[in-house]
């Protein structure tokens, strides 16, 4: 069980979806997938801990909306295919029993970016389709603090650092990469009820961009808020409800952001997510599954996100 908890930070550190950043109407963040089982908690079995996952996303921007694009320039509306395969891998520090622990991350992220946009030239207008796969931005996490209030409340500081390690190509609708870093300062709670069968854990952070020096863009700050509440019953099965919020702070910059007035975005979606475990002598696995629905959305991609994933422990 102390292995399977680690699940979590896995989780929050796969949740990274391939975007355009929002220059490009989405961002670093997509809504409700940061929301992490046990987020608040690091587990003290000291040793390496290891999460394969599959995120998929599509949404679209109308098109009577501008949208200033990844490799540069705009476009009138967009539709954005993204699905991201990560293994993620965390390293629980061997440290004395007590009110602390730590460990730290990395994940390595495989995409496919997928975008159609409507370009027009004067009176033209036609519409443009591009895709790309390969190597996404990485992320690294040098140090996850966990603190221990009791045996059911737990919380978690983090710095996600996520570095541009994906292909760029201005000019181009799809890119592997943000071009630009990422950095997240984060915060996780878990509140455990019931004996530990009912969970409810929250994910808080802001994502700061550097500049997109390519494009001469500069994403502003984007808040997020992610939550999550699941029962689980004794035969392994379980389910609940999963929610988001993202929220830009301040606008973006920079010569078309300022034309476009700062492009600041926000989203809220919720959805179902249900969980599965099965141990065996020596091992076990669990697979977790979530969809949910985006609303009350503004200049950012409105679609459905799903996330996938499956931790095993040996």
């Known amino acids: 069980m102390k292995r399977l908890l680690c699940a979590s930070l896995l989780l929050t550190a796969m949740t ?44 679209d921007i109308s098109g009577s909306k501008e949208v ?26 061997n440290t004395k029993p007590s009110s602390w622990n730590f460990a730290s991350m990395v994940e390595l992220p495989f995409a496919y970016v997928g ?17 790309d796969t390969g190597l996404y931005d990485m992320t690294f996490v040098p140090v996850i603090a966990s603190h221990h209030f009791s045996q059911t409340q737990h919380m978690s500081l983090a710095l996600y650092i996520e570095a541009p390690t994906g292909d760029y190509t201005k000019g181009n609708l799809a890119n592997t990469s943000l071009n630009t870093w990422v950095f997240t300062p984060t915060v996780g709670y878990t509140q455990l009820f019931d004996q530990g069968s009912l969970e409810w854990s929250t994910t808080a952070g802001v994502d700061f961009y550097t500049k997109d020096n390519a494009t001469n863009y500069q994403n502003g700050s984007v808040f997020h808020l992610d939550s999550l509440l699941v029962k689980r019953f004794p035969t392994g099965w379980g389910i609940g409800a999963v929610g988001g919020w993202i929220y830009q702070i301040d606008k973006d910059t920079g010569p078309l952001a300022d034309r476009l007035n700062g492009f600041k975005g926000r989203a809220v ?40 994933s499956a931790t095993i422990s040996l």
């Open 269 to 308: 979606s919720l959805g179902p997510m249900v969980n599965y475990l099965k141990k065996w002598q020596g091992g076990q696995v669990e697979f977790s599954l979530r969809w949910l629905h985006e609303f009350d959305v503004k200049n950012r991609t409105q679609g459905n996100p799903a996330l996938l």
């Open 68 to 93: 200033p694009l990844s490799g540069g320039g705009s476009s009138l509306g967009l539709n954005a295919e993204f699905q991201l395969a990560s293994a993620v891998g965390m390293y629980i520090w």
């Open 16 to 59: 990274t979806v391939p975007a355009f950043a929002t220059e490009g109407g989405v961002g670093r963040s997509i809504t409700g997938l940061q929301a992490a089982s046990y987020s608040g908690l690091v587990p003290p079995t000291p040793g390496w801990n290891w999460q394969l996952g599959y995120a998929y996303y599509s949404g």
């Open 115 to 131: 975008a159609t946009a409507d370009l027009q030239l004067g009176q033209l207008r036609a519409s443009k389709h591009d895709s």
